[in-house]
């Protein structure tokens, strides 16, 4: 007996369609680097530094290997040292916390607040204290952060503001882009974010011009110049290829973040009858880039039902984050334990990512929702 073949499938992301959009510009210029054999560095990567600091309003943007690289060199160029503090939300991808531990210095988690899912500031101020180097608000989801309530209680310390904006290429707080409003930014640009490469890449932005040289600095092995190195540093460079790519794409990155806040706007019209089904609210002052749509099933047990029905009719939906950083086995030596932020564990078992990409059709979305209605 054959498996029946769902009628209409629909991809959580569709890489297949941003190539297709941008194939005729990338090809040409993808064969004219190969030819060139300058993969490192050169003029593709410097240009592309050149417009996305362009695009964020930073005069500084480096280049780097991956998200989590740029979020460890940012901290490194703030002044973040083994035993030192940093504070970031519970709810985050696990990079967050790594690039934190990656440097010795401990990651002090906080609880979200519970109508976006965004770092919380009343608990941020009461988590900082004089180790406090750095507080990491995270613009989760697509959504940024209230950066502006967080860079008081980090001045009030002497630590830095480092913004984790790997979800929101294109998302805007009260008119500035989220990646230019603390002291520096990280963000990635793996395969499926709103500004993806063809691999692993990232990026740092800053306003602060010191900040910028620590991190070209600490990017290249501590060496300005070859073969003299000033600091220990780390391999991250970003390469030629993926800027190629990464130009290309971010011309039409406007587009299809207009493309994906549309989609937004029909999930909210087809899911607005749903019981039992809450949807994303955006934090007044914020311009969202979707990066994901994330519901919240609130009767119990529905949400993995949901995502078992969803993933059966070839819909590709899923979880954004199952588990937070602070009941992760990697992180279980800090110490919290279940209950130690509420929110961000009762989120975890609650929220669902339904499809969302800028190539996402009316007839796409309308499946979706059927099949979500029925669970």
């Known amino acids: ?72 060199l940012a901290l490194r160029a703030v002044g973040v040292r083994a035993g030192g503090e940093v504070v970031l939300p519970a709810n985050t991808f696990i990079a967050t916390a790594e690039a934190v531990a990656r440097i010795g210095a401990r990651p002090v988690l906080v609880d979200v607040d519970p109508d976006h899912l965004l770092i919380d500031p009343d608990r941020v101020a009461e988590a900082v204290g004089p180790k406090t180097q750095a507080i990491v608000p995270v613009h989760l989801f697509g959504q940024t952060a209230p950066v502006e309530r967080i860079i008081p209680l980090a001045l009030g310390g002497g630590a830095a503001v480092v913004e984790d904006a790997a979800q929101a290429q294109g998302a805007r707080r009260h008119g500035r882009a989220a990646g230019s409003l603390g002291h520096v930014a990280a963000t990635s ?48 460079r970003l390469d030629a290829l993926q800027a190629v790519v990464l130009r290309a794409k ?6 299809w973040n207009a493309r994906r806040r549309a989609a937004a706007s029909r999930y909210a019209q087809l899911l607005a009858g749903v019981s039992e089904i809450a ?47 602070h009941l992760t086995r990697a992180f279980a030596h800090l110490g919290y334990g279940s209950g130690s932020f509420p929110v961000a564990e009762g989120a975890a078992k609650q929220i669902l990512s339904l499809p969302m990409h800028p190539h996402l059709t009316v007839e796409q979305q309308e499946f979706v929702a059927e099949v979500l209605t029925a669970c």
Request: negative net charge; glycine residues 10%.
């Open 250 to 255: 971010l011309r039409l990155l406007a587009e």
């Open 189 to 236: 640009f793996y395969p499926g974010k709103n500004l993806g490469a063809a691999g692993d890449a990232g990026a740092v932005a800053t306003h602060d011009p010191g900040i910028a040289t620590d991190v070209r600095l600490l990017a290249a092995h501590g060496s300005r110049e070859r073969y003299v190195h000033e600091r220990v540093g780390v391999n991250s």
């Open 1 to 72: 007996m054959t498996e029946a073949v769902p009628a209409l499938r629909v991809p959580l992301v569709d890489l297949a369609a941003q190539f297709a959009d941008i194939e005729e510009d990338v090809v040409p210029d993808l064969l004219r680097v190969l030819e060139s054999g300058a993969f490192i560095g050169g003029p593709e990567v410097a240009a592309f530094e050149s417009e996305y600091a362009a695009f964020l309003g930073t005069p500084h943007c480096i280049g780097v290997a991956n998200g989590t690289d740029a979020l460890e």
């Open 279 to 325: 949807l994303p609210r955006s934090l007044p002052g914020n311009e969202d880039a979707w990066h994901l749509y994330v519901v919240r099933c609130l009767e119990p047990g529905r949400r993995d039902t949901a995502l078992s029905s969803l993933h059966a009719a070839g819909i590709g939906a899923g979880v954004h984050y199952p588990v937070p950083v």
